[in-house]
């Protein structure tokens, strides 16, 4: 429970606690001064008691697998966690109780598939107002899940695409690494394929080659990379790929005249964006907050955003950096944070630990980029109750009320109380 904060006033006492209820915060019956003082300690992530937990063996009815799920996505109701090694697909019901059995649903993956699940086969979910939709990453077939269908466990409610159909080519090995929407087109992310790849939500159907565009990797970007990108972000008129061990970070203008225009591709060089040498597997994943786009550091030591108000994409002045040993306020470590979904809700910007030993977030309406005080910190280890594992948490969620952190070598899920919608801008 968060600290008893007493009132100057009765009366002031009376409209915190009425506002606190209205943003549906817990434990609003306690004294407080004003609903900003109250919201800044229930969403505070430094304190153990604003997290929630639950095993993953609970919520799976299995054996706990490594490199278990991957990805969250929110459908306004139900939390989707993407299968990555798990021997199922999860949702949760935000209506129900996070510790409780009975609100979190499985479906097996090779009954979805129609065949024997493979290792890390889908990397990244994303909901589109209907229909969930998982990456193919070991799987050569793109899977969706209709959210206005039977049950999330009735197998004519989820749809396959072979990934050699999509992209009119053999299915390449660890070929997406996350997903993006536009409003009307969902695009793939590249990984190890050499194509760009979208899909048509106003086509004729999920498994008509006519709904999907491809776009050659090497016309787009001048080369072709293996392992280029992973993770897509849409700033409401451009999706941006992050570069993983692409040296160049990528945008696509969706206003442009076609898919497969070559003049509608940017680039932007890593080297220059980071103001720092190329790395080998260096962000992984982004996420927009309706001014700059922020990409999630892996081995890079830099956390990265650009300024989609700025002069253009491959401004030097349009980029800010922030280092990663002042953001935590200690040594940079390699692999340090997951981005196959990172959240903003409204106010924060939440990145997943991967192998950092402690889970960060990002103040927008703090100073500045570069102010270490608008960086805070939560051990891993306290949030869980227990020892931390390498590569715990893969990437996170948002429901509209709780941050959720996917458990990828973790056997808990965690989640704690974002800051409430109705107050980010107070």
């Not at 209820?21 to 153990?48: C, F, P, Q």
């Not at 040993?325 to 924060?348: C, E, I, K, Q, W």
């Amino acid at each position: 429970m968060p600290d008893t904060i007493h009132a100057g006033k009765s009366s002031q006492e009376t409209i915190a606690r009425r506002q606190a209820r209205k943003l549906g915060l817990h434990n609003a019956s306690v004294d407080i001064a004003d609903v900003r003082t109250y919201v800044d300690e229930v969403t505070k992530i430094s304190k153990e008691a604003n997290w929630e937990k639950v095993a993953v063996s609970t919520v799976q009815g299995g054996s706990i697998l490594n490199v278990v799920y991957d990805s969250a996505t929110f459908d306004g109701r139900y939390m989707y966690f993407g299968g990555l090694n798990a021997i199922t697909y999860l949702r949760f019901d935000t209506q129900g109780q996070f510790a409780t059995v009975g609100d979190w649903a499985q479906m097996s993956r090779s009954i979805v598939q129609g065949a024997v699940a493979a290792n890390l086969d889908h990397i990244g979910t994303l909901f589109d107002g209907r229909y969930v939709y998982y990456s193919p990453y070991t799987s050569d077939t793109f899977i969706r899940f209709d959210t206005q269908g039977t049950s999330f466990t009735t197998t004519a409610d989820w749809s396959q695409m072979s990934m050699s159909t999509a992209i009119g080519a053999a299915a390449v090995a660890n070929a997406y690494g996350g997903v993006g929407y536009d409003g009307r087109y969902i695009y793939f992310t590249p990984h190890n394929s050499d194509t760009f790849i979208r899909f048509d939500t106003q086509g004729t159907s999920f498994t008509t080659t006519a709904s999907w565009e491809q776009m050659s990797m090497s016309t787009a970007i001048g080369a072709m990379v293996n392992a280029a990108y992973w993770g897509s972000v849409f700033d409401g008129r451009y999706i941006y790929c992050s570069a993983y061990t692409s040296d160049t970070f990528v945008r696509f203008d969706t206003q442009g005249t076609s898919f497969t225009t070559t003049a509608d591709w940017e680039t932007m060089a890593m080297s220059t964006a980071q103001g720092a040498s190329v790395l080998d597997v260096a962000y992984w994943g982004g996420v927009f907050d309706g001014r700059y786009v922020y990409f999630s550091p892996f081995v890079s030591d830099t956390f990265l955003r650009f300024d989609t108000k700025g002069t253009d994409f491959a401004t030097v002045a349009d980029w800010s950096q922030m280092s990663m040993s002042t953001a935590l306020g200690a040594a940079a470590v390699d692999n340090a944070f997951g981005g196959t979904t990172v959240t903003f809700d409204g106010r924060y910007i939440y990145y997943a630990p991967f192998t950092s030993a402690t889970a960060l977030r990002f103040d927008t309406q703090g100073t500045s980029f570069t102010t270490a005080g608008d960086w805070q910190q939560m051990a891993v280890e306290t949030a869980l109750g227990v020892a931390t594992v390498p590569s715990a948490f893969r990437a996170t969620g948002y429901d509209g009320k709780y941050i959720y952190y996917v458990p990828q070598n973790s056997d808990t899920f965690l989640r704690v109380l974002a800051c409430p919608k109705a107050y980010n801008n107070k």
